[in-house]
C-alpha cells in the first residue's frame, strides 16, 4: 500500500466514525427542537453558539488546524439550526452557512442579547426618526458600543454617509471579529449592512428593523446598498445578515403613514404569492400586525432561499417597483417608498385584479394616482437595473397570488402606463 493509500483509508475511516458521531449529534439536536418547541425559546442562541466555538477551538491548544475546525463547528451550527428551524417550522432563511434566523418576537428587543452575538465591538447605526430608547436599550446588551445616529429620511443613503460608517470603523479598530447592527427602518438597515459588506471584505451584520416597511421585506433577504447618480440602490452588495429580530412593539411609535408604507410590500406579496394573505389584508387591522410580519417573512423567506441572488424568482418581489422607483426618485422626497410602490403596482395588473387591488390600497390609505407623466418616468425607468437590452421586464399579475414575467420596448411600456393610470 502507498503512502497515499494509507492516508486515504485513515481518512475514510475518519469519515465512518464522524458519520456515527453525526447521527448522535442530530438526534440531540433534535430533542432540542422538540424542547425549544414546547418552552416557545427561539432557535438561535448566539451566546452558546459563540462558547460552543470558542471552548473547542481552544480545547485544541496550538493545533494548526484550529481555523479549519472553526469554519467547520460555524458550518455544523448551521447545519443544526437548519434541522430545528424545519422541524420547529419556524423563520429560519436556510442559506447553509450562510443562513440565519428570523426572530418575530413581541419585546424581543428588551431580550436582544439572548438572540445575537453582541459580546464584542459593536457599531450600531440608527437614525433621528427612531426612537432613541431602541439603540440604547441595544446598546446595554453590547460589550463594547458605538452609537452612531444619521439624519432620518432616504436622502441619508449616499456614498458620504457610508464613508462616515467606514471611517467610524477603522477609527475605532473595528477587526473581522467585530459587527455592525443597524437599528431602524430600510435606510439605515441598507446602509449600514451595506458597510458591514465592505469593510474588511465582510464583518458580521445584525438588522433590528423598527417600520413595519422593514420588517417585512428590506431586512430579510441580503440586499444592501446606497443610492447613486439619482437613482436608488445603484450600488450595493448581497451581504446576509447574521440575524434579524423583529419587535412587533416598536409599531407602536409608528405613524399611519409609515405603518401604511409596510402595507404596501406586504400586499406586494400577497398579490403575487398568497391569495390567501391578500384577502387577511382586506379584513385586517393594525392590531394583527404580528401575524401580517409572520406571513409575509415567510413569503420573503422562501423567495430568497430559492433565489438568493435575485437570478430569477426573487425578481417577482420588484412587483410595482419598476415604475415606484422612477416615482420615488421624481417625487424627491415628497412620497415615501411605500406610497411610490403602491402607485407603481396598479399599472402592471390586469384590468380584473385593478379595483380589487385599488380598494385595498385605499383601505389602507395608500396613493392610487400617479402624479408624473409616463414619459417623464420613463428616462429613470430606462436606467433602472430591471433593463435587459433595448427591453423592459416587469411583473405583471393577472390574477390574485400569481405572476408573469413580461417584457416590453419603452415606447409599449410607455402605453401601458398611461392605460393603467386611466382606469
Same mark, same amino acid.
Given at each position: 500500500?502507498?503512502?497515499?493509500?494509507?492516508?486515504?483509508?485513515?481518512?475514510?475511516?475518519?469519515?465512518?466514525?464522524?458519520?456515527?458521531?453525526?447521527?448522535?449529534?442530530?438526534?440531540?439536536?433534535?430533542?432540542?427542537?422538540?424542547?425549544?418547541?414546547?418552552?416557545?425559546?427561539?432557535?438561535?442562541?448566539?451566546?452558546?453558539?459563540?462558547?460552543?466555538?470558542?471552548?473547542?477551538?481552544?480545547?485544541?491548544?496550538?493545533?494548526?488546524?484550529?481555523?479549519?475546525?472553526?469554519?467547520?463547528?460555524?458550518?455544523?451550527?448551521?447545519?443544526?439550526?437548519?434541522?430545528?428551524?424545519?422541524?420547529?417550522?419556524?423563520?429560519?432563511?436556510?442559506?447553509?452557512?450562510?443562513?440565519?434566523?428570523?426572530?418575530?418576537?413581541?419585546?424581543?428587543?428588551?431580550?436582544?442579547?439572548?438572540?445575537?452575538?453582541?459580546? /464584542?465591538?459593536?457599531?450600531?447605526?440608527?437614525?433621528?426618526?427612531?426612537?432613541?430608547?431602541?439603540?440604547?436599550?441595544?446598546?446595554?446588551?453590547?460589550?463594547?458600543?458605538?452609537?452612531?445616529?444619521?439624519?432620518?429620511?432616504?436622502?441619508?443613503?449616499?456614498?458620504?454617509?457610508?464613508?462616515?460608517?467606514?471611517?467610524?470603523?477603522?477609527?475605532?479598530?473595528?477587526?473581522?471579529?467585530?459587527?455592525?447592527?443597524?437599528?431602524?427602518?430600510?435606510?439605515?438597515?441598507?446602509?449600514?449592512?451595506?458597510?458591514?459588506?465592505?469593510?474588511?471584505?465582510?464583518?458580521? $451584520?445584525?438588522?433590528?428593523?423598527?417600520?413595519?416597511?422593514?420588517?417585512?421585506?428590506?431586512?430579510?433577504?441580503?440586499?444592501?446598498?446606497?443610492?447613486?447618480?439619482?437613482?436608488?440602490?445603484?450600488?450595493?452588495?448581497?451581504?446576509?445578515?447574521?440575524?434579524?429580530?423583529?419587535?412587533?412593539?416598536?409599531?407602536?411609535?409608528?405613524?399611519? /403613514?409609515?405603518?401604511?408604507?409596510?402595507?404596501?410590500?406586504?400586499?406586494?406579496?400577497?398579490?403575487?404569492?398568497?391569495?390567501?394573505?391578500?384577502?387577511?389584508?382586506? /379584513?385586517?387591522?393594525?392590531?394583527?400586525?404580528?401575524?401580517?410580519?409572520?406571513?409575509?417573512?415567510?413569503?420573503?423567506?422562501?423567495?430568497?432561499?430559492?433565489?438568493?441572488?435575485?437570478?430569477?424568482?426573487?425578481?417577482?418581489?420588484? $412587483?410595482?417597483?419598476?415604475?415606484?422607483?422612477?416615482?420615488?426618485?421624481?417625487?424627491?422626497?415628497? @412620497?415615501?417608498?411605500?406610497?411610490?410602490?403602491?402607485?407603481?403596482?396598479?399599472?402592471?395588473?390586469?384590468?380584473?385584479?385593478?379595483?380589487?387591488?385599488?380598494?385595498?390600497?385605499?383601505?389602507?390609505? @395608500?396613493?392610487?394616482?400617479?402624479?408624473?407623466?409616463?414619459?417623464?418616468?420613463?428616462?429613470?425607468?430606462?436606467?433602472?437595473?430591471?433593463?435587459?437590452?433595448?427591453?423592459?421586464?416587469?411583473?405583471?399579475?393577472?390574477?390574485?397570488?400569481?405572476?408573469?414575467?413580461?417584457?416590453?420596448?419603452?415606447?409599449?411600456?410607455?402605453?401601458?402606463?398611461?392605460?393603467?393610470?386611466?382606469?
Amino acid at each position: 500500500m502507498t503512502e497515499l493509500e494509507k492516508a486515504r483509508a485513515e481518512i475514510d475511516l475518519c469519515d465512518r466514525e464522524m458519520a456515527a458521531l453525526f447521527v448522535r449529534r442530530m438526534a440531540a439536536v433534535e430533542h432540542i427542537a422538540d424542547y425549544k418547541t414546547a418552552a416557545g425559546l427561539p432557535v438561535l442562541d448566539a451566546a452558546r453558539e459563540a462558547e460552543v466555538i470558542r471552548r473547542n477551538c481552544d480545547a485544541l491548544g496550538d493545533s494548526p488546524y484550529t481555523e479549519e475546525y472553526r469554519a467547520l463547528l460555524t458550518a455544523m451550527m448551521a447545519i443544526s439550526r437548519g434541522y430545528q428551524s424545519r422541524r420547529i417550522k419556524d423563520l429560519y432563511v436556510d442559506l447553509g452557512a450562510r443562513g440565519y434566523e428570523v426572530t418575530v418576537e413581541p419585546g424581543g428587543l428588551r431580550r436582544v442579547g439572548a438572540h445575537f452575538d453582541l459580546g /464584542r465591538k459593536c457599531l450600531l447605526v440608527t437614525d433621528s426618526g427612531v426612537p432613541e430608547i431602541y439603540a440604547r436599550t441595544v446598546a446595554a446588551a453590547c460589550g463594547e458600543p458605538t452609537l452612531v445616529c444619521l439624519p432620518m429620511g432616504e436622502a441619508t443613503k449616499n456614498i458620504r454617509s457610508l464613508e462616515k460608517l467606514l471611517g467610524i470603523l477603522v477609527e475605532r479598530g473595528f477587526t473581522r471579529t467585530d459587527c455592525v447592527v443597524a437599528v431602524g427602518g430600510g435606510v439605515v438597515g441598507d446602509l449600514a449592512g451595506f458597510a458591514a459588506a465592505t469593510y474588511l471584505r465582510g464583518i458580521d $451584520f445584525y438588522n433590528i428593523p423598527t417600520t413595519l416597511l422593514s420588517e417585512v421585506d428590506s431586512s430579510v433577504g441580503g440586499k444592501t446598498g446606497i443610492d447613486f447618480g439619482g437613482a436608488k440602490n445603484q450600488v450595493g452588495a448581497f451581504w446576509q445578515p447574521r440575524g434579524v429580530l423583529i419587535d412587533p412593539e416598536t409599531l407602536s411609535t409608528l405613524d399611519n /403613514r409609515q405603518f401604511a408604507c409596510g402595507m404596501a410590500e406586504v400586499i406586494k406579496m400577497a398579490a403575487t404569492f398568497d391569495a390567501d394573505l391578500f384577502a387577511f389584508c382586506e /379584513r385586517a387591522t393594525p392590531a394583527d400586525a404580528a401575524e401580517i410580519i409572520r406571513r409575509a417573512v415567510r413569503i420573503k423567506r422562501d423567495v430568497v432561499m430559492r433565489d438568493e441572488r435575485e437570478g430569477g424568482l426573487r425578481r417577482v418581489l420588484n $412587483f410595482g417597483h419598476t415604475v415606484g422607483h422612477a416615482v420615488e426618485s421624481l417625487a424627491g422626497g415628497r @412620497l415615501l417608498h411605500g406610497e411610490c410602490v403602491a402607485i407603481g403596482m396598479l399599472p402592471m395588473t390586469s384590468p380584473e385584479v385593478r379595483p380589487r387591488l385599488r380598494a385595498l390600497l385605499e383601505r389602507w390609505r @395608500l396613493p392610487v394616482a400617479c402624479p408624473f407623466a409616463p414619459e417623464a418616468l420613463l428616462p429613470l425607468i430606462l436606467h433602472d437595473k430591471k433593463m435587459s437590452g433595448n427591453e423592459i421586464h416587469y411583473v405583471y399579475v393577472g390574477r390574485i397570488g400569481s405572476y408573469e414575467i413580461r417584457r416590453a420596448t419603452p415606447e409599449a411600456f410607455c402605453r401601458c402606463l398611461g392605460e393603467g393610470n386611466q382606469s
